[in-house]
């Protein structure tokens, strides 16, 4: 991936010169959107071509900025899709180096709140699942595809995404059901999408294509050997206003405060029960302190008078131990 530094704005391509600098300036806060824009190579008839997508922060906050991280650090570069079923979705996601692959499969990020649906062009993190789902909002034909982290019909994973994305290629909408919120749509280049290669067809083990766990530990080696007519991102570009940095840097500190979260609510209310015995032990040592206390002036005052008795504290003199008031 490429971050755009400032340019002439004469020698800038239509595409960037209609991506308003306030949205730029607000993109890392979650504010407007920012634009991304793919160069592919490898398509159909073996040619190339370019896409951009928008990418909306309001949509998926947490997946807008897992994706702005990723192109930061250059994640996409020779990315392959991997999985293109025509009508269905194109998916990439899994680097071409498995160390990197290695890195992020335990960096998972939060689930986000579906908010618009996943119709032609929009694009969703993919999610590992666990069982298959049915329900009427599914048709016979998505039935058939599941992926070992993916898109279909398997019961999405709770704060399962880490690096998959997939560009819908028709309407999805049932998607919206099982949790894959859109954090970006394509804006311009649909038809190069449309040309990403799709012969291999589903994934391994219920098509003839890659298998994900290969590329996973394999990387390009594997998918270069056996499936050498894939797609696959040349390079990304996008803007370079604001600090690079700022999404990895939010997110691992979102990812701690998550972590900590739940063992913080059993944490906490076990300290405060921890806090208030030790405030009743101390009560109590401090009372037997001045119970000894006293007993030993007590028994101090027993020997020195025998013959009185001990209270505590001065007895009260006697009504008549009073000095009578001056007569005038």
């Not at 994973?157 to 997939?166: E, H, K, N």
Request: hydrophobic share 35%.
């Amino acid at each position: 991936a490429r971050s755009m530094g400032d340019q002439d704005p004469a020698n800038l391509p239509s595409w960037r010169t209609s991506y308003s600098t306030q949205a730029a300036e607000q993109k890392t806060n979650g504010g407007s959107s920012w634009l991304a824009h793919f160069t592919v190579r490898n398509l159909k008839g073996g040619g190339s071509g370019n896409f951009t997508i928008s990418v909306q922060p309001h949509w998926a906050p947490v997946g807008a900025r897992r994706f702005r991280r990723l192109l930061e650090e250059h994640f996409f570069d020779q990315c392959r899709f991997f999985r293109v079923v025509k009508g269905f979705m194109a998916q990439f996601g899994i680097s071409g180096d498995p160390d990197v692959n290695t890195k992020y499969r335990g960096k998972t990020i939060a689930d986000d709140i579906v908010k618009f649906t996943n119709q032609r062009g929009r694009v969703s993190f993919a999610m590992s699942g666990t069982r298959d789902r049915t329900g009427s909002e599914q048709s016979a034909f998505a039935r058939e595809y599941v992926g070992t982290e993916g898109v279909g019909t398997r019961s999405k994973g709770i704060d399962s995404r880490t690096t998959q994305i997939f560009i819908s290629l028709g309407d999805n909408r049932f998607l919206d059901k099982q949790g894959f919120a859109p954090f970006a749509e394509v804006v311009e280049g649909m038809e190069t999408i449309d040309l990403l290669y799709n012969g291999y067809g589903e994934g391994a083990p219920r098509g003839q294509g890659p298998d994900q766990n290969g590329i996973q530990k394999v990387g390009n080696e594997y998918l270069e050997k056996k499936f050498p007519l894939l797609s696959y991102v040349e390079s990304v570009e996008f803007s370079s206003l604001g600090s690079v940095g700022d999404a990895a840097r939010a997110e691992e500190l979102s990812g701690v405060a998550s972590r900590l979260g739940p063992p913080m609510m059993v944490i906490l209310p076990l300290l405060l029960v921890a806090l208030i015995c030790m405030i009743r032990i101390c009560c109590k040592v401090c009372r037997m302190f001045c119970e000894e206390d006293q007993d030993d002036k007590a028994k101090a005052h027993a020997k020195t008078n025998p013959d009185s008795v001990y209270l505590g504290k001065p007895a009260p003199c006697a009504e008549d131990d009073y000095p009578a008031e001056p007569a005038e």
